[in-house]
């Protein structure tokens, strides 16, 4: 029997696991699926993300620049996308307000912001389009980057067997005869740790992070080179974890190179910046790193009646 075309591809289950974990913490429960009229929400959420990457004319030009967005059509597609991601949290919202809906133990995200409408003794009150504007923010780029990064952590260890090996050797060496892994083996599995740093160091989702803009005159390097106010920033997240004077065979998936190393990506390490660094470091980054982790965990735990291809070796 042929496999169907429909079948889901690894990456699209990636990325409803993933919506699902995001979503839960924002909203409670995910809302994935065909959500739009005529997209599934992780098109919709591709799309946005695309575009809020490409050249917009308008940035770079602020007077006329909006005139080319306009012909190259990227303004209506901008326009249509965020159309449609309103609607959706406007239903968000609405479902949240409603007074007979069953609330979770814990509130979510949405609860919380609501609860900031209601609050008299808080000095910040949010508009509801401030919460859309909030909500946005934990959706694009958001659920996209854990995603993509996962699909680049499965390629490299598949591609790499004596790293799916040991990767698999400390899992069920660490749980014995558990059937899956959950967040408080975490601690116990150092190689996953090395792997994920790894992926992040090779792969990071956000290659150039998210442009910055300088707010006042500084001299960087030893030439004392000026960047003077509102000067655009890109950093090369990419090109860091890449260099070569930095890292030995910066392009090989080596995860064992963080063996007694105490590099890691929490913003202490210039050499290490796949989520920034200093006060605009992502401010995820626990959940960034423990969802992959328990994702890859478990993606490559093998079962227990399973004899692992390598089994014949240890
Ligand atoms: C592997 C997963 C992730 C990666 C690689 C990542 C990476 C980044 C990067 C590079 C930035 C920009 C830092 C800068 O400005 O220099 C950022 C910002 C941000 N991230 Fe993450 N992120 C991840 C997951 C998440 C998740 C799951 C959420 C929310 C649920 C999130 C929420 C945010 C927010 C709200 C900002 C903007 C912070 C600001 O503007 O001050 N991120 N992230």
Known sequence: ??????????????????DRIVCG?????SYGGNQFKDQKFQEVIGKTTKMMDSLSAENFFPSVGWIVDVLTGLRGRL????????EYFDRVIDEHLDLKREKLEEDD?????????????????PTRDQIKAMLLNTFIGRIDTIAVAMVWAMSEVVKTPQVMQK???????SLGRKSEVDINDLPKLK????VVKETQRMHPPAPLLIPHETISHCKIGSDGYDVYPQTRVLINAWAIGRDPSTWRNPNEFDPQRFEGSDVDVKSQHF????LGADRKICPSISMASSSMELLLANLCYP????????????
Not at 191 to 194: N, P, Y
Request: charged letters at 20%.
């Open 1 to 18: 029997m042929g496999v169907s075309l429909s079948t889901p591809t690894l990456d699209e289950k990636i990325f409803a696991l993933v």
């Open 25 to 29: 913490v924002a909203f409670g429960k």
């Open 79 to 86: 326009e249509k996308s965020f159309h449609n991601l309103d």
């Open 109 to 125: 995200f949405v609860d919380v912001l609501i609860g900031l409408l209601n609050d008299e003794a808080s000095d910040y009150c």
């Open 167 to 173: 990767l698999q050797g400390e899992i069920r060496t």
């Open 191 to 194: 190689f996953l740790k090395m």
């Open 271 to 274: 050499e290490l910046l796949p």
């Open 303 to 314: 079962q227990q009646d399973t004899p692992l291809p390598w089994a014949h070796s240890v």
